[in-house]
């Protein structure tokens, strides 16, 4: 499978039709990221030769925050980075097969958190992430913090839940995948949004279930397209956690028909998200914003729209899910338009 799928539904698509712009800092960004990742040890050797070094998430932050503070476009790509790392981890053993070790390296992270510094001798992601949350968390309200602890928490669970299927060998239904995925797939990384444009939200919005339906379909939408372009490295290593794989278990369908299935679920989920949004300004008036809080939900739904067409063109020149042996030019010269 391949994402060619993905932008040929840019014709029946309109919130696909329009290639993301790109942070005029991007290039400046990408020396800035590596580096970073290079020098906390969450990349080793030639970045090319690895999977997190060939992700290049400077770029998929950089068009998802085209215009903002690169500063803080900067702090997203490096969130980025570390949950692609996380992740890695997560894909081998012992924690790919392993609920328990799951928790346990997250209690480690947890606490690494709560106490404000790693332990000696701690592993990368241990660091890194002491590093990441306290510049992000001190500007934010107890409140967003609370609410971002609460997605690490979630995702842990999200992640222990598939390495568990994995041990037992137990494909997700499609009534079990969309939840699970939603939480395997870095729930906190949306709240991020919120620090890296200078906001935060109010929590009678979030509760809304409005809100839910444009947050949880652009989220369904990013993990189920990236699904379509890790399937076959997944599928290589026996891994039925992504949309074409539970689609095809579950209704018969051979790999053609299990990614069209998954394209018309992604066009019907990113047209869910898009009526929510355009019904949003009617519900900010029933809930009696301020007028800085209108402009915070202005700035986010613009960001979050963004984010599914930036993730696409972010698939097309990232070697993330090349194989390890063909990493896979950047093909910038040819991806020119998508700029």
């Not at 394209?263 to 869910?272: G, Q």
């Not at 960001?303 to 696409?312: D, N």
Request: charge should be neutral.
């Amino acid at each position: 499978m391949d994402i060619s799928l993905l932008f040929s539904m840019s014709d029946r698509v309109p919130a696909l039709a329009t290639p993301s712009a790109m942070h005029p800092e991007s290039w400046q960004l990408r020396a800035q990221v590596e580096a970073w990742a290079r020098g906390r040890g969450l990349v080793l050797g030639d970045p090319d030769t690895s999977p997190l070094g060939r992700a290049r998430c400077e770029r998929l932050a950089a068009r998802v925050f085209a215009a903002a503070d690169a500063d803080s476009v900067d702090l997203f790509a490096r969130w980025l980075t570390w949950t692609l790392a996380l992740d890695d981890t997560m894909d081998h053993p012992p924690l790919s097969d392993s609920g328990s070790a799951v928790h346990a390296l997250y209690d480690d992270l947890l606490r690494a958190m709560r106490r404000g510094h790693a332990r000696p001798g701690a592993r990368p992601l241990e660091g890194a992430l002491v590093e990441l949350w306290h510049t992000t968390s001190r500007s934010m309200s107890r409140d967003w913090r609370r609410r971002f602890m609460l997605h690490l928490e979630a995702h842990r669970d999200g992640c222990a839940k598939e390495s568990v299927n994995r041990r037992i060998r137990h494909v997700p239904t499609e009534a079990e995948y969309a939840p699970l995925r939603r939480r395997a797939c870095g729930p906190f990384l949306y709240d991020l949004i919120e620090p890296v444009l200078g906001v935060e939200l109010p929590a009678r919005l979030l509760r809304t279930p409005r809100w839910s339906t444009l947050a949880d379909g652009v989220a369904d939408v990013v993990a189920w397209s990236n699904d379509l372009a890790s399937h076959d490295l997944e599928a290589a290593r026996g891994d039925a956690h992504d949309m074409p794989a539970v689609l095809a278990r579950a209704r018969g369908l051979d790999a053609e028909q299990a990614a069209a299935a998954v394209a018309d679920r992604i066009a019907d989920r990113l047209e869910e998200a898009w009526t929510a949004a355009r019904r949003l300004p009617e519900m900010l008036d029933r809930l009696e914003l301020t007028v800085a809080q209108r402009s915070a939900a202005a700035q986010v739904v613009k960001a979050l729209l963004a984010t599914p067409r930036a993730h696409l063109d972010w698939l097309a020149e990232s070697g993330r899910y090349a194989p390890a042996a063909d990493p896979a030019p950047l093909r910038l010269d040819a991806l020119a338009s998508l700029r």
